[in-house]
């Protein structure tokens, strides 16, 4: 196994001009290769994205490895479980964000593909997505105009479909067959927009436009059955104009990269602080519109990955993780964005928390 640190071309950030982006690779074999990308810089903002990326898809701490940066998230040796291919792409970035894609292949009962986005406000070094970008009736316009353009989309396919036969499932034909599967597949799916958010669907900042990409109909057995594929819109940031957040204008029609993203607009990020007597490092890593969320946590020491599930109300956290007993977060928000409460492991002594973005 090589580690290299390769650095890219240069891309212009103009909040943080000297930042660039450099290449953590690894090779297993011709088709479980990896790579990733590691900002480098001294500014608090540039470790807070570096480690957000790490914790969410190489489940580590940056630097903290033995052999391989990739080593708790590839199949293990004699295995074929685990991440088998990681790649990345800067999508865009403007003088206050970096808008950035991972892909990559995991195979567990089979393989599938995943593709995440990931967009940093690059003042603080913390995530941002449409609930930043845009005003509460914003997002619930853009919200309407998509999932109607998405609705479109199978009406029209399913109005196209040559008609249902009211026969015995038995005497269908293979073709006939398979088109009550698709027939299905897409009315199960434009059943499913009534209760459709936002929460898996991907968001990318380009220069002059951003594209949600919402996800396919079909999961992995019926993949065969999809035509559409995914739902991606493209809107430019004049035509979201009186959508935007006064944040969300100042960094995407502006261009600016002074804008002041709200300390109250998101708890997604990364903290870093103590429990009890030990060092920590939380990551709020995604938030739910049903109110639940995944995070994980370090004990700095160790730099072992702790996985938690959680919700979150307006000002406050509960976090959770498995093992028996389990143990619970209860973490309130402060005025300055920090996070305190007590952390306790069934009836043992509770351990203060006190945490800061």
Same mark, same amino acid.
């Not at 489940?59 to 199949?75: D, H, I, T, W």
């Given at each position: 196994?090589? /580690?290299?640190?390769?650095? /890219?071309?240069?891309? &212009?950030?103009? &909040? ?11 090779? %297993? ?26 914790? +969410? ?6 630097? %903290? ?28 970035? *403007? ?18 593909? @995943?593709?995440?986005?990931? @967009? ?5 070094? %913390? ?7 845009? =005003? !509460?009736? *914003?997002?619930?316009?853009?919200? =309407? ?39 299905? /597949? ?28 919402? *996800? ?7 993949? &065969?059955?999809?035509? #559409? ?19 969300? %204008? ?24 103590? #429990? ?14 049903? +109110?639940?969320? =995944? &995070? ?21 956290? =509960? ?6 007993? !389990?143990? +619970? ?29």
């Amino acid at each position: 196994m090589r /580690l290299l640190l390769l650095p /890219l071309l240069a891309i &212009a950030l103009p &909040a943080l001009a000297d930042v660039r982006i450099d290449d953590l690779t690894d090779k %297993r074999s011709d088709w479980e290769t990896y790579r990733f990308p590691l900002l480098v810089g001294d500014s608090p903002a540039i470790a807070r994205i570096n480690t957000f990326l790490h914790v +969410r898809e190489l489940q580590a701490l940056p630097g %903290r490895f033995a052999k391989s940066p990739f080593e708790k998230v590839r199949p293990k040796e004699g295995e074929i479980g685990g991440v088998n291919s990681l790649d990345y792409q800067v999508v865009g970035q *403007g003088p206050g964000y970096l808008s950035l894609n991972v892909d990559s292949e995991y195979t567990a009962a089979y393989s599938s593909q @995943n593709s995440t986005a990931y @967009n940093f406000d690059l003042a603080s070094g %913390r995530p941002i997505g449409l609930a930043q970008l845009l =005003t !509460p009736k *914003g997002l619930a316009r853009l919200q =309407t105009e998509l999932l109607g353009k998405r609705a479109k989309r199978m009406q029209d396919f399913l109005k196209a479909m040559p008609p249902s036969k009211p026969v015995d499932p038995d005497e269908l034909s293979d073709d006939e067959q398979q088109q009550e599967d698709q027939r299905a /597949l897409y009315s199960e799916c434009l059943e499913s927009l009534g209760e459709a958010s936002f929460d898996f669907d991907r968001l990318q900042l380009g220069t002059d436009s951003m594209t949600v990409i919402g *996800g396919s109909c079909a999961n992995h057995a019926s993949r &065969a059955l999809d035509e #559409l594929g995914e739902f991606p819109e493209s809107i430019s940031y004049q035509a979201l104009s009186a959508d935007l957040s006064p944040y969300g %204008r100042c960094l995407l029609l502006e261009k600016r990269s002074d804008c002041a993203l709200p300390a109250s607009s998101t708890a997604q990020g990364v903290y870093h602080g103590s #429990l009890g007597a030990y060092p920590i490092t939380l990551v709020i890593e995604q938030l739910y519109s049903d +109110r639940s969320l =995944t &995070a994980s946590y370090f004990y700095d020491k160790h730099a072992k990955y702790i996985e938690l599930g959680g919700e979150f109300q307006q000002d406050s956290l =509960t976090l959770h993780e498995s093992g028996e007993p !389990p143990a +619970r977060f209860e973490l309130e928000f402060q005025a300055d964005g920090s996070l305190t409460g007590p952390w306790q492991q069934g009836e043992k002594r509770a351990l203060a928390v006190k945490l800061s973005p």
